[in-house]
């Protein structure tokens, strides 16, 4: 089947899809009574591309060290030579005959074939390329390994001068593949672990450096200091194993993050069933090479296993599958070293082959229970993030009758726990209301999962409680959200100095009286300052970032890095503290502290940028009213300590609102707002100083009343700094409006009968009598020749009433279901003066047509190519409409993420046409294992393009509220109401 995970298999593939398509459409033509044309030069013109690709790859073949490359391709140049064969022999008997049936047969088939085996050429090239990288990123591997022997100077000399250049040619060749690479998330990745080795590699040649001279000068701090090699080889290892996984994969899911357990385990039951007869043909033979298309077969069947285990409601489904993927693995691992040694017609590998097919059998059993045993649970996956949960929780509650397996009350009890986590790490009264709205959420989310249970979902009381419990939600995420700010902007204040204290401590004379005592300290705080601040991070990732994928990911790894990196900090220190006058110690402690420092900065800019900026500036006002009040009692006592503490608190707050405003003026590119954000920070910045030296002043003296003045006074006017800068961020941040409507009115109340019987709605009293008077009343004017204009139609979505009848989808139409989610997230917003809302409405349709079409639902094939065709259009339009948005969107973050997120669309749409032009080609096919694998991947594709366009029309909702003022561009959001609104 057609892969497209490289932009060179992308460019050839298309051409040949698009000439096969035509054939597809005579031959459909041919079938209604037409003639076919005369296809000689056509067929002439193939068989010569044919024949010069055959011959180019005998060539590469034959001058290939490559034993998997000489497997893999004399089959498919094989099935490109049949195919070309067929469709010869299909244009001369067309000449002949132009209606002749077997003719039209040999060219479907001949049509077929051109483009699989062109595709399966493709791929087992681009895969002996990919083995060539890795080859030489195991080199890399095997010369990290032999560090543990590297144990002097000229060693190292030697182990770097051989390392050096294995390492740039890694570095070279996987960069180059980054570039090529059309999966977005795989590039990210790519580039990802690439960094880090390139970072880690001058932090390895100083970890050995320090090993060898430590244990060279007496051995004190070895054991730290082959601690700290240890951990870099293996961060670098992991790395390079990252990159040589990534390397090999060809498909990416773009809504796995969203979908539920249910579906991502009946995609990897598919993709077992998909693999099971290639795994089968490698097990039959003994000759088969290592690394090749069957025994990934066997190895992707055992990660898919894998992931379904991880998603198993049964505990004994999980552990029955973990226990027979880990038999399996071994079984295969023996299986390829035997064959490795030619020893693959042994008996113990022909019973090792036997036995693999055995279990997979077995294994594929499993699977289909465990998926068979989620299905009956009804469980669904709760989303990743507080805002998720949110969303997920007041669906239930529109509705609160109807089942959604228990997701909605999870969601809402998940809420829950995670306000009483946040909780834990407060203090004061915000803990008490944190947790007292933590216990009211839950009492109504009990009362109301108590009438569901009892078929009672629809009742007045049911609906008053959802409408309680809605409103109680909405007010925990929003006191989540601000306890979160509050936290930032206080664990945030400052990052360096527990370090910069624990450097002090790891250099201090030797000489100096409680030198031992005091580096124990300052390590404790280092570390336990570092995991407070991944903590904190990781509640932001789960609780305060939205529903933003990119951000959530970013900040646990970054976390997890600065919890792996900070014993490694220390360990370096200890090695410097034991051995002050080694010049090493030294140089690797600076690197590893600039390792944790970069990444603690970059964790911090990440936290930033998933915290609301008027937010954090509020909280960090609010911070500096406090230390205030307390530097006032510190003077109150003449507690010169205190005084000094709570000054530079407010110092340390004034400089991260500084920092974060001077973000936001550095992430805009609108030229009024950078300039008032500059005014207003410059002067902030120059009433920092003369606080900080009035305070040191009022320390020196606490009970000198001049010197308290002064520093009120310095304080007032850095505190009015803060101010003005909080009001020029506010202007240009308004509070987001709730994306929710209100719950509609129960109308179940309405009844006026009760109310006019218990005296509370009185009615109108009758009309008084007409009077009649002496003076007729005016004679109404003659009517006259013009007529009245007609009013002007109500304004409404020309696909509206389209959209209202949009099919509902079924769960075994998956394609449909793709089309529906974006529809859901499109028909809330009107499609008036809004062409990429419009753009993505058409293609929901489009679609929901395709996914009537692949399942045979009416249409032909050729329908299926136009409609593929006009989708891969749309796909094209709401890119450029989403590229013009981002050109014209001033905030630079937002405008980087609607472009990365439209980007990967048109390549989407261009492998749909490729695939649905496969999917026709079927033709005498149906049901085959090229059929169902054909299906699989268009069903793959579309669920991508439709998960790309809900996440383009997100982003560009977002840019649309910075637009630049004088651009002359305009796009309207204007939220569709419910009828009851």
Same mark, same amino acid.
């Given at each position: 089947?057609?892969?497209?995970?490289?932009?060179?298999?992308?460019?050839?593939?298309?051409?040949?899809? &698009?000439?096969?398509?035509?054939?597809? =459409?005579?031959?459909?033509?041919?079938?209604?009574?037409?003639?076919?044309?005369?296809?000689?030069?056509?067929?002439?013109?193939?068989?010569?591309?044919?024949?010069?690709?055959?011959?180019?790859?005998?060539?590469?073949?034959?001058?290939?060290?490559?034993?998997?490359?000489?497997?893999?391709?004399?089959?498919?140049?094989?099935?490109v030579e049949e195919a070309s064969s067929l469709l010869l022999g299909a244009s001369q008997m067309l000449r002949g005959d132009p209606f002749s049936v077997p003719a039209r047969k040999k060219l479907i088939e001949g049509s077929r074939g051109i483009l699989q085996g062109t595709s399966a050429?493709?791929?087992?090239?681009?895969?002996?390329?990919?083995?060539?990288?890795?080859?030489?990123?195991?080199?890399?591997?095997?010369?990290?390994?032999?560090?543990?022997?590297?144990?002097?100077?000229?060693?190292?000399?030697?182990?770097?001068?051989?390392?050096?250049?294995?390492?740039?040619?890694?570095?070279?060749?996987?960069?180059?593949?980054?570039?090529?690479?059309?999966?977005?998330?795989?590039?990210?990745?790519?580039?990802?672990?690439?960094?880090?080795?390139?970072?880690?590699?001058?932090?390895?040649?100083?970890? =050995?450096?320090?090993?060898?001279?430590?244990?060279?000068?007496?051995?004190?701090?070895?054991?730290?200091?082959?601690?700290?090699?240890?951990?870099?080889?293996?961060?670098?290892?992991?790395?390079?194993?990252?990159? =040589?996984?990534?390397?090999?994969?060809?498909?990416?899911?773009?809504?796995?993050?969203?979908?539920?357990?249910?579906?991502?385990?009946?995609?990897?039951?598919?993709?077992?069933?998909?693999?099971?007869?290639?795994?089968?043909?490698?097990?039959?033979?003994?000759?088969?090479?290592?690394?090749? +298309?069957?025994?990934?077969?066997?190895?992707?069947?055992?990660?898919?296993?894998?992931?379904?285990?991880?998603?198993?409601?049964?505990?004994?489904?999980?552990?029955?599958?973990?226990?027979?993927?880990?038999?399996?693995?071994?079984?295969?691992d023996g299986l390829a070293e035997l064959r490795a040694n030619d020893q693959g017609n042994s008996p113990q590998a022909v019973a090792l082959a036997r036995g693999i097919q055995q279990q997979l059998g077995q294994l594929q059993d499993l699977v289909k229970r465990a998926v068979a045993n989620?299905?009956?649970?009804? +469980?669904?996956?709760?989303?990743?993030?507080?805002?998720?949960?949110?969303? /997920?929780?007041?669906?239930?509650?529109?509705?609160?009758?109807?089942?959604?397996?228990?997701?909605?009350?999870?969601?809402?009890?998940?809420?829950?726990?995670?306000?009483?986590?946040?909780?834990?790490?407060?203090?004061?009264?915000?803990?008490?209301?944190?947790?007292?709205?933590?216990?009211?959420?839950?009492?109504?989310?009990?009362?109301?999962?108590?009438?569901?249970?009892?078929?009672?979902?629809?009742?007045?009381?049911?609906?008053?409680?959802?409408?309680?419990?809605?409103?109680?939600?909405?007010?925990?995420?929003?006191?989540?959200?601000?306890?979160?700010?509050?936290?930032?902007?206080?664990?945030?204040?400052?990052?360096?100095?527990?370090?910069? &204290?624990?450097?002090?401590?790891?250099?201090?004379?030797?000489?100096?009286?409680?030198?031992? &005592?005091?580096?124990?300290?300052?390590?404790?705080?280092?570390?336990?300052?570092?995991?407070?601040?991944?903590?904190?991070?990781?509640?932001?990732?789960?609780?305060?970032?939205?529903?933003?994928?990119?951000?959530?990911?970013?900040?646990?790894?970054?976390? #997890? /890095?600065?919890?792996?990196?900070?014993?490694?900090?220390?360990? $370096?220190?200890?090695?410097?503290?034991?051995?002050?006058?080694?010049?090493?110690?030294?140089?690797?402690?600076?690197?590893?502290?600039? /390792?944790?420092?970069?990444?603690?900065?970059?964790?911090?800019?990440?936290?930033?940028?998933?915290?609301?900026?008027?937010?954090?500036?509020?909280?960090?006002?609010?911070?500096?009213?406090?230390?205030?009040?307390?530097?006032?009692?510190?003077?109150?006592?003449?507690?010169?300590?205190?005084?000094?503490?709570?000054?530079?608190?407010?110092?340390?707050?004034?400089?991260?609102?500084?920092?974060?405003?001077? #973000?936001?003026?550095?992430?805009?590119?609108?030229?009024?707002?950078?300039?008032?954000?500059? $005014?207003?920070?410059?002067?902030?910045?120059?009433?920092?100083?003369?606080?900080?030296?009035?305070?040191?002043?009022?320390?020196?003296?606490?009970?000198?009343?001049?010197?308290?003045?002064?520093?009120?006074?310095?304080?007032?006017?850095?505190?009015?700094?803060?101010?003005? +800068?909080?009001?020029?961020?506010?202007?240009?941040?308004?509070?987001?409006?709730?994306?929710?409507?209100?719950?509609?009115?129960?109308?179940?109340?309405?009844?006026?009968?009760?109310?006019?019987?218990?005296?509370?709605?009185?009615?109108?009293?009758?009309?008084?009598?007409?009077?009649?008077?002496?003076?007729?009343?005016?004679?109404?004017?003659?009517?006259?020749?013009?007529?009245?204009?007609?009013?002007?139609?109500?304004?409404?979505?020309?696909?509206?009433?389209?959209?209202?009848?949009?099919?509902?989808? /079924?769960?075994?139409?998956?394609?449909?279901?793709?089309?529906?989610?974006?529809?859901?997230?499109?028909?809330?917003?009107?499609?008036?003066?809004?062409?990429?809302?419009?753009?993505?409405?058409?293609? $929901?349709?489009?679609?929901?047509?395709?996914?009537?079409?692949?399942?045979?639902?009416?249409?032909?094939?050729?329908?299926?190519?136009?409609?593929?065709?006009? =989708?891969?259009?749309?796909?094209?339009?709401?890119?450029?409409?989403?590229?013009?948005?981002?050109?014209?969107?001033?905030?630079?973050?937002?405008?980087?993420?609607?472009?990365?997120?439209?980007?990967?669309?048109?390549?989407?749409?261009? #492998?749909?046409?490729?695939l649905s032009t496969v999917k026709a080609t079927m033709l005498g096919a149906q049901g085959s294992e090229e059929d169902q694998e054909a299906t699989e991947m268009l069903v793959g594709n579309a669920q991508n393009l439709m998960q790309s366009v809900r996440e383009t029309v997100r982003a560009?909702?977002? $840019?649309?509220?910075?637009?630049?003022?004088?651009?002359?561009?305009?796009?309207?959001?204007?939220?569709?109401?419910?009828?009851?609104?």
């Amino acid at each position: 089947m057609p892969v497209f995970h490289t932009k060179t298999i992308e460019s050839i593939l298309e051409p040949v899809a &698009q000439q096969v398509s035509k054939l597809v =459409i005579l031959h459909e033509e041919a079938e209604d009574g037409n003639a076919m044309p005369d296809l000689a030069r056509p067929v002439q013109a193939v068989k010569l591309a044919v024949d010069n690709l055959v011959r180019v790859g005998r060539e590469t073949i034959s001058g290939s060290e490559d034993q998997i490359l000489k497997q893999d391709m004399p089959p498919a140049l094989d099935r490109v030579e049949e195919a070309s064969s067929l469709l010869l022999g299909a244009s001369q008997m067309l000449r002949g005959d132009p209606f002749s049936v077997p003719a039209r047969k040999k060219l479907i088939e001949g049509s077929r074939g051109i483009l699989q085996g062109t595709s399966a050429l493709l791929l087992a090239f681009d895969e002996s390329e990919v083995r060539k990288i890795i080859r030489i990123c195991k080199n890399v591997l095997e010369y990290l390994a032999i560090t543990e022997v590297v144990e002097n100077m000229e060693d190292l000399v030697t182990f770097v001068k051989n390392l050096s250049p294995i390492l740039t040619k890694m570095t070279k060749e996987v960069d180059a593949r980054e570039k090529e690479l059309t999966h977005q998330v795989h590039r990210e990745m790519l580039a990802r672990s690439l960094e880090q080795v390139k970072t880690l590699t001058p932090v390895l040649i100083s970890g =050995i450096k320090i090993f060898i001279t430590t244990k060279q000068q007496g051995g004190r701090g070895t054991p730290q200091a082959q601690e700290n090699r240890d951990f870099v080889v293996r961060k670098m290892s992991d790395e390079i194993h990252e990159i =040589i996984r990534v390397l090999q994969l060809t498909t990416y899911d773009e809504d796995e993050w969203e979908a539920d357990d249910l579906t991502v385990m009946k995609k990897a039951q598919s993709g077992i069933e998909g693999k099971m007869k290639r795994a089968a043909d490698w097990l039959l033979d003994p000759h088969a090479v290592m690394g090749g +298309v069957g025994e990934k077969s066997v190895r992707h069947i055992l990660d898919d296993a894998m992931k379904v285990a991880e998603r198993c409601v049964s505990p004994r489904d999980r552990e029955d599958i973990t226990r027979m993927v880990d038999n399996i693995t071994s079984m295969v691992d023996g299986l390829a070293e035997l064959r490795a040694n030619d020893q693959g017609n042994s008996p113990q590998a022909v019973a090792l082959a036997r036995g693999i097919q055995q279990q997979l059998g077995q294994l594929q059993d499993l699977v289909k229970r465990a998926v068979a045993n989620n299905e009956r649970s009804e +469980v669904v996956k709760p989303a990743h993030t507080v805002t998720g949960k949110v969303e /997920q929780a007041r669906r239930w509650l529109q509705n609160p009758g109807m089942d959604d397996g228990g997701l909605g009350e999870e969601a809402s009890r998940l809420v829950v726990a995670e306000g009483r986590r946040i909780a834990a790490s407060l203090h004061g009264p915000e803990r008490g209301e944190l947790l007292h709205l933590c216990d009211e959420t839950e009492h109504l989310t009990n009362q109301l999962a108590d009438l569901c249970r009892k078929g009672m979902g629809n009742s007045p009381q049911a609906k008053a409680i959802a409408r309680n419990l809605a409103d109680k939600l909405r007010e925990l995420e929003n006191k989540i959200q601000s306890a979160l700010v509050n936290q930032v902007a206080d664990d945030f204040i400052d990052i360096a100095s527990p370090l910069k &204290q624990l450097s002090d401590a790891a250099v201090a004379p030797i000489n100096m009286p409680g030198r031992d &005592q005091n580096f124990d300290d300052k390590s404790r705080k280092f570390e336990s300052h570092a995991q407070k601040l991944a903590n904190t991070a990781k509640l932001v990732a789960a609780a305060g970032a939205g529903n933003n994928k990119k951000t959530v990911q970013a900040i646990d790894t970054t976390a #997890q /890095q600065i919890n792996d990196l900070t014993p490694q900090v220390v360990r $370096a220190a200890t090695v410097l503290f034991m051995n002050p006058q080694n010049q090493a110690s030294a140089e690797h402690f600076e690197l590893m502290k600039k /390792q944790w420092t970069d990444n603690m900065e970059k964790l911090r800019g990440l936290v930033d940028e998933a915290t609301d900026t008027v937010a954090f500036i509020k909280a960090a006002e609010e911070g500096i009213r406090r230390d205030t009040e307390r530097t006032e009692d510190a003077i109150k006592h003449g507690d010169a300590p205190g005084i000094v503490t709570n000054t530079s608190n407010i110092a340390r707050r004034a400089n991260r609102v500084l920092q974060v405003a001077q #973000q936001e003026a550095d992430n805009s590119e609108d030229p009024g707002f950078v300039d008032r954000v500059g $005014a207003a920070t410059e002067n902030l910045r120059s009433s920092i100083a003369p606080m900080v030296q009035n305070a040191k002043i009022l320390a020196s003296n606490p009970r000198d009343p001049t010197a308290a003045n002064n520093w009120r006074k310095a304080n007032n006017r850095l505190i009015d700094g803060v101010k003005d +800068v909080r009001h020029v961020v506010e202007q240009e941040f308004p509070p987001p409006q709730d994306a929710f409507p209100v719950p509609p009115p129960d109308m179940s109340q309405l009844n006026l009968v009760d109310h006019i019987s218990a005296g509370l709605f009185t009615p109108p009293p009758p009309p008084a009598p007409p009077s009649y008077q002496q003076d007729a009343p005016p004679r109404p004017p003659l009517p006259t020749s013009t007529v009245p204009p007609r009013p002007p139609p109500p304004e409404t979505d020309d696909e509206d009433e389209t959209m209202m009848h949009f099919p509902m989808p /079924q769960a075994n139409q998956p394609i449909m279901m793709a089309a529906h989610a974006l529809h859901r997230e499109v028909k809330q917003w009107s499609s008036k003066d809004n062409e990429i809302i419009a753009a993505a409405k058409r293609m $929901a349709l489009l679609m929901a047509k395709l996914s009537q079409l692949v399942r045979g639902e009416g249409g032909s094939k050729k329908d299926l190519i136009a409609t593929a065709k006009k =989708i891969a259009e749309a796909s094209e339009e709401v890119t450029k409409l989403a590229k013009l948005l981002a050109r014209e969107c001033t905030d630079k973050r937002m405008r980087t993420n609607l472009l990365q997120v439209c980007e990967r669309i048109p390549t989407i749409g261009t #492998q749909l046409k490729i695939l649905s032009t496969v999917k026709a080609t079927m033709l005498g096919a149906q049901g085959s294992e090229e059929d169902q694998e054909a299906t699989e991947m268009l069903v793959g594709n579309a669920q991508n393009l439709m998960q790309s366009v809900r996440e383009t029309v997100r982003a560009a909702e977002a $840019a649309s509220i910075k637009i630049r003022v004088d651009s002359g561009y305009s796009i309207c959001w204007s939220r569709r109401g419910p009828w009851y609104s």
